[in-house]
């Protein structure tokens, strides 16, 4: 069966080819990318968005799971600097208006120390 790292990468390998994998596999992915962490899970994460932006569940979806990633890697400058683009992407979506705009709140946000 593989440990957990090979489990979550075959996933990854699955759904990055096909999004549309992502919905079915989202239980197993997350579980195992919170036991695993590291590269692979943000792998994981980033392709759980992207699946998001190609068909959003729902008008909040991309932009809460945008910014639960921005939380996760906010003290992670390699990581944040992955996950930035994506938001880029999310705004030239909002403005074409191809993904509904959105404002998401966010309770106990941390204070950057350069503030």
Known sequence: ???AADRLAALIARCEGNL????????????LAIEVEGELALRWRL??????????????AVRELYGELVDRY??????LAIVKPLGDEIRRRELAGTLPSTMVV??????????
């Open 47 to 60: 392709a759980v968005l992207r699946s998001a932006l190609d068909a959003p569940p729902d008008g909040d």
């Open 20 to 31: 549309g994998e992502v919905a079915k596999a989202r239980t197993s992915g997350d579980k």
């Open 106 to 115: 966010r309770s106990n946000r941390r204070r950057s120390p350069t503030r």
């Open 1 to 3: 069966m593989g440990s």
């Open 74 to 79: 906010r003290d992670d400058p390699k990581s």
